[in-house]
């Protein structure tokens, strides 16, 4: 799935990528349950930190599978907070609708960064955007 991120403030920000997470809505409205596990820790590379420049945008993938379980049941997933994974399981085909929310509530973070190929290091991230958002609900048919 594409994301887009707009920067309109006259600051620059880092979004931490592996933050946006799914809410997945059921052929009712409900609110499907999934859930978000960390089994590791990872490596950052730059590119899941980027920094946007006022009033510049930034498109990017969110890493996501759908797969069968058995015949009438889905499981979706996706990556999450470096090494972790967002996963619903038991869905069956049908009609939802899905959105990505983003919620950060530090200004800098640790993380073990990597560049250029070179070995990872514990490096202190600086500039994240403070707040949450969502995107707009959008159709996701599944058969």
Known sequence: MKGLITNTTKIPYRFDLQFFLPDL???????FKGGVNQNIKTEVQETDIPLIMPGETLEFFIDNKLRWYNQNCLIFSGKAFYGGFWTFTYISPGDYKIRFRYGNSLEKREVLLSKNNSPARRQE???LWIGEATTSFVDLKLN
């Open 25 to 31: 809505l059921d052929s009712k409205g409900n609110l």
């Open 125 to 127: 991230i600086g500039q």
